[in-house]
């Protein structure tokens, strides 16, 4: 199956939130720490993308998307630093792909491509935390993040247990950004 990965812009996420909705309840249900509790409903799900998106109408956030045969298989945020003082910076967020499809490279594919993205909008730190021994930790890892440090029972899990975060930074620079 071919998958196609593209930046999904403000009307087309708008258009596709029920989509969006269903990438972020699969991973939930699948276990994943991505601000959620077991249960979340779709229309929850809705609501988190939908205030995605005057970020992504004002180009404050830019959203990446994988299509599988048309169809939503995953998502990855980069939300650039708005203070003054930090120019040069942007988190990244809802790395999510579908439980279908995990394990093919596709994860690594959003990554890189929200990372590209960043240099190109002139942000060189790239920031975010992940459940601590979770699959996306690996990822980062594997993808060239360094560990900045663990923070001790930072969230509940979808199903309630507390959970260490690690927090993970990225220097992007033109000439060595992917390992
Ligand atoms: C994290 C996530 C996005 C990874 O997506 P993916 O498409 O499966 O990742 P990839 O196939 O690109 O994996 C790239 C590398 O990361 C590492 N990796 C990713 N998932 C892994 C896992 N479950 N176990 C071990 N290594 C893993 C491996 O090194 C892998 O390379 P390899 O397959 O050649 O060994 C996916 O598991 C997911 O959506 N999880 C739920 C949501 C979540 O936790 N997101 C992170 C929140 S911050």
Redesign the pocket.
């Known amino acids: 199956m071919t998958i196609t990965l593209r930046p999904l812009p403000a009307p087309e996420a708008e258009a596709r939130l029920p989509e969006l909705a269903a990438i972020l309840v699969d991973?939930v249900e699948?276990?994943?720490?991505?601000n959620f509790l077991a249960g979340l409903s779709m229309e929850q799900a809705a609501g988190f993308w939908r205030g995605q998106l005057p970020g992504l109408a004002d180009g404050s956030r830019q959203l990446f998307v994988a299509e599988a045969a048309g169809r939503l298989a995953?998502t990855v945020v980069l939300t650039l630093a708005h203070q003054p003082n930090a120019p040069h910076r942007a988190e990244?967020?809802?790395?999510?792909?579908?439980?279908a499809?995990?394990?093919?490279?596709?994860?690594?594919?959003?990554?890189r491509m929200a990372e590209d993205a960043a240099l190109a909008a002139g942000r060189t730190l790239l920031l975010?935390?992940?459940?601590t021994g979770?699959?996306?930790e690996?990822?980062?890892?594997?993808?060239g993040w360094a560990e900045v440090g663990r923070v001790p029972d930072h969230s509940l899990t979808p199903d309630g247990r507390l959970a260490d975060s690690t927090i993970f930074c990225k220097r992007l620079n033109s000439l060595a950004q992917h390992p």
């Not at 699948?30 to 991505?34: K, L, N, Q």
């Open positions: 991973a699948h276990g994943a720490s991505v995953g990244i967020g809802k790395m999510l792909v579908h439980s499809l995990r394990r093919q490279g596709l994860g690594q594919r959003l990554l975010l935390d992940t459940e979770s699959a996306g690996l990822l980062y890892r594997r993808c």
